[in-house]
Every structure is written in C-alpha cells, then in structure tokens.
C-alpha cells in the first residue's frame, strides 16, 4: 500500500521539484499540500506559478492547499516533506512532529541540532538512528531529519569517497545556480551579466554541515569530523545545477588516478532515487558543466573532473542538480530511507 505524503511549502522551487519527483512515485502517494496563509484554499494550479520542466500533474493541480499547521493535514499522513523557509520551518516544523508526524525536511532550521540526523544516504544512513535518542529526548511521537544545504550535498559524497586517504584539511569554492535563492531570491537586474561573491550564511554552512555529515555515530552520540573546511560561495547567473572547485590535503599519499578511482568506486544505494552510479568522474578537462552534466542520474547523480595535483595534494571540481541532488530529490531519498528503516 502506498505511503501517503504532505509536501510543506509546495508552491516554491523545491515544493514544485518535490512534487515532480513524488506523484510518479510508486511508493509514495500525495496526499495534503501546505504553503503560506495567502495561498490556503486555492487550487494547487492556482496557487504554484509552475515552473518546473514538466507539465503540472493533473490530479495535484486540483488538491487545494492548506495552511502549514498541523490541524490542517489529514492524521492519516504518513510522511511530510517540508521545503518551507528556514524561519517558518523553525516556528512549525517541531510542532508538527510533536503531533506525531515524521518528516523528511530540506529546510536549514534545526540541521546541525545534536539530536537532528542530517542525513546523505549514501554517506551516512546510519546517522539515522539519532532519531531515537530525538524522540527519547523530545518525547515526540514523530521524526525529524534533515538534507544538508544544496552546496554541501554536492561536495561531501567526494569527501567521502577520500575519506580512506585521511582527510586534513579542505577548500571549496562554489559556483551555485539561481534556483538555489528560490523563486523570488534574487532578481534578473542583480544576477544578469553578472556574478555575486556572497551567499548568505553559505559559508558557514558548507564549513559545519560537511563535518557533521562526515562524523561518527556511536548509538547515543554524534561525533563531527575533525577535517578543516573553508568555503567561498558565489552565485552565477545559471538556472541549474552548483560547480563547486575543491582543494583537499591528505594524510596519506593520493595522486589524481587513486582519487578518481575511489571516487568510481564509491558505492551508491538500492534505494528507489538512488542513482545505478553515485559519481561519475570525467576524463575531459572542460567537465563537468552545468547545462551539460547536471541531469546524471535523473538529476541524483554527483558529477566530477579536472582532478589534478597542485600546491594541495588533489584539487577537483564537482556538480550536482541543486534542486534535485541538492534538495527534493535529497528529501525524498531520506524518505525512503525512513520507509526502508520502519521508521514510517
Ligand atoms: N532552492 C534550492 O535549491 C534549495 C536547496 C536546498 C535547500 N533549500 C531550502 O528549501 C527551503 C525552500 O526553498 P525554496 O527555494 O523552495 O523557497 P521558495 O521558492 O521561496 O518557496 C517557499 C515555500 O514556503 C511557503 N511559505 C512561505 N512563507 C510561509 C509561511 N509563513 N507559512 C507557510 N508557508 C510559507 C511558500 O508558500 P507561498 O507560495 O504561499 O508563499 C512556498 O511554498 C528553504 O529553507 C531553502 O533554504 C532550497
């Protein structure tokens, strides 16, 4: 039987990507729709100024959205993926898994809380468990966890594949798309012909989310990773897909062929969004590129080349779809990961 699902602010940019990814699901069936006050009541169609790259589903576009509260969404939601700004997440998130909801969230309110598992599946899945010490803790009968930001998620995956090499110490430098900011995040005057070296509370983000990530979880405790990571984070003018420039030093000896081998070699999941190959590394020297390269995978794939030695012990860049990767198709793999562990 299919799970049925709530998406939270499911008229914006990952709203909409969430319901392009969740209505052909075979798991997962849409049952609730919630976004702000001025949109409650109307239909979907009415409501979301689509603008994702597939027609508008038929049988969504006639639900009618509710208000985000947790009177509003039937009890007999199983799941909720939550893609509201962080601001609203942190005011209503709690109270909705406070009321038995579990939740798969994409918002970056509550993502570094020690009792919050900020989960890549194919990183770190064990993490996961955390939700018990959550629920021990806050006494919810619901759930909580939490995708890292669209830009971690594109560099971590790398990291992990290095990891056996010991990670010391790691540079990032993003090139990230427009969509990142939202529908409404930054305008065309500002971004056109243009290139802007500041991401509010990017930096810090990708500094912290990937320690987390990369950390130990020995049943009761998260421990963070103790590599060092510093960002620069820029917004260019493409629609899709975060080019990231990595610089990484390690403990032990790495040349670029063992690196682009580990990276090959890092293993993907059997969950359904999942992609067959988790990284793929190109040989050319020009790849990856956004327009080109951001669809790997269905958009679920990570993306990297240009490996080469240089004053670091490996320098590379990588990509990922934001929208996809980087943020619904994150949530909806770590809500089949909560299906897969009976947490749901
Ligand atoms: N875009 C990305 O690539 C990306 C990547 C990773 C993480 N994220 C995170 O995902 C979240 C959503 O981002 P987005 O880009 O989709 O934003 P967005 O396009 O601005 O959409 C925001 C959604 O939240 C709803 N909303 C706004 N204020 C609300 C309120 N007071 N109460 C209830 N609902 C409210 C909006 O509904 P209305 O239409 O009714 O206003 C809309 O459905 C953010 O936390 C963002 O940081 C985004």
Not at 175 to 200: F, K, R, T
Not at 210 to 222: I, P, V, Y
Not at 259 to 288: C, G, K, N, T
Request: proline share 6%.
């Amino acid at each position: 039987m299919a799970v049925r699902v709530g998406v939270l602010g499911a008229t914006g940019a990952v709203g909409q990507r969430l319901i392009q990814l969740l209505e052909p699901h075979p798991e997962f069936e849409i049952a609730a729709l919630t976004a702000s006050e001025s949109s409650a009541g109307k239909t979907y169609r009415q409501a979301a100024k689509w603008r994702v790259d597939s027609p508008i589903p038929d049988d969504v576009a006639e639900m009618t959205v509710s208000a985000t509260d947790p009177d509003e969404v039937p009890d007999d939601v199983d799941l909720l993926f939550s893609s509201l700004p962080s601001s609203v997440g942190e005011q209503v998130e709690p109270a909705f898994c406070e009321a038995g909801y579990v939740m798969s969230s994409n918002s970056s309110n509550a993502r570094m809380a020690d009792d919050v598992p900020l989960v890549i599946p194919e990183v770190n899945a064990e993490h996961i468990d955390l939700l018990e010490v959550q629920r021990d803790e806050r006494g919810w009968d619901g759930a909580m966890v939490k995708n890292p930001n669209c830009s971690t998620i594109t560099f971590v995956p790398t990291l992990a594949a290095l990891e056996q090499f010991g990670l010391e110490e790691v540079h990032v430098a993003t090139l990230q798309a427009v969509s990142g900011a939202g529908y409404d995040g930054v305008s065309s005057m500002e971004i056109i012909d243009n290139a802007i070296p500041y991401i509010g509370s990017e930096e810090e983000k990708l500094e912290t989310e990937s320690r987390k990530l990369l950390g130990e979880f020995d049943g009761a405790e998260l421990s963070h990773n103790s590599v060092e990571v510093a960002a620069s984070c820029n917004r260019i003018p493409t629609i899709d897909g975060h080019l990231e420039n990595v610089w990484v030093e390690t403990e032990d000896d790495l040349t670029p062929e063992d690196a682009a081998d580990a990276m090959r070699a890092y293993p993907s999941l059997e969950l359904r969004s999942s992609p067959d190959q988790l990284i793929h590394v190109f040989d050319e020297p020009d790849r990856p590129q956004p327009r080109m390269d951001r669809t790997l995978g269905d958009g679920m794939a990570i993306a990297a080349g240009g490996l080469r030695e240089s004053t670091f012990d490996l320098q590379y860049n990588c990509l990922a779809h934001n929208t996809i990767r980087g943020a619904a198709g994150a949530s909806v793999l770590n809500g089949e990961l909560l299906l897969d562990q009976g947490y749901i």
